[in-house]
């Protein structure tokens, strides 16, 4: 059964950082990439960053390069997202996903809100 447990997020203020983990289980994670996305409210899901099986590709929206970077541990089946320099509309329920062939899997998500 497949799993994935995100977590770390919380109420920061602008300027501020925080780092979310995924931890996952069920699968063969050193195998499969991986991706943080995030939903606003009122707005669309929207792909945040990408990591390759081994770590070696990164991808990220324009909204956050320079300044979100996304890692993974597969010893540890766990997947990161570092924020820093965080804004207001990075407030979102963020969630990390995996992907293997046709199939997709999604954590419950959690929340993050920057605000004063």
């Known amino acids: 059964q497949v799993q994935l447990v995100e977590s770390g997020g919380g109420l920061v203020q602008p300027g501020g950082s925080l780092r979310l983990s995924c931890a996952a289980s069920g699968f063969t994670f050193s195998s499969k990439p991986m991706s943080w996305y995030r939903q606003a409210p009122g707005k669309e899901r929207e792909l945040v960053a990408t990591?390759?099986?081994?770590?070696?590709?990164?991808t990220y929206a324009d909204s956050v390069k320079g300044r979100f970077t996304i890692s993974r541990d597969n010893g540890k089946n766990t997947v990161y997202l570092q924020m820093n320099s965080l804004k207001p509309e990075d407030t979102a329920i963020y969630y990390c996903?995996?992907?293997?062939?046709?199939?997709?899997?999604w954590g419950q998500g959690t929340q993050v809100t920057v605000s004063s």
């Open positions: 996903k995996a992907k293997s062939g046709p199939y997709e899997w």
């Open positions: 990591i390759t099986s081994a770590g070696g590709i990164t």
